[in-house]
């Protein structure tokens, strides 16, 4: 079974390309960091595959993150340290995997890309 990981990212904050890239790979490490070694192995011996995909807001971030925390998904959720365009605490961008593609799916299959 393919593995991928999936990278959240807030519209409504409307964030600077830069930043937005920033915070995306933030959220990928942090989740590679908490992941299996082996899971990670795999992951980059089939490309690393990421997917960033689209949130509204602060609120539907948070509900995927906490979602794939129930189902025992490896996830991060970055909050930003407010030096730059945000406030400080403001939770930009969750990750989610590497994981296998079909649970990563059933969880964000529905969300549109960046």
Known sequence: MPLKQVI???QDLKLPKGKLAAQA???SVEAV???DPK?????RNE?????????KDEKELVAYFQNAKEKSLVSSLITD???????PGTKTCAAVGPAEE???DALTGTLSLL
């Open 8 to 10: 959240l990212v807030r």
């Open 25 to 27: 790979a933030h959220a």
């Open 102 to 104: 079909e649970a990563i």
């Open 81 to 87: 340290a407010g030096r730059t365009v945000v406030a």
């Open 33 to 35: 960091l908490k992941s």
């Open 39 to 43: 899971d990670v192995k795999a992951w």
């Open 47 to 55: 490309g690393m595959a990421k997917i960033v995909l689209k949130v």
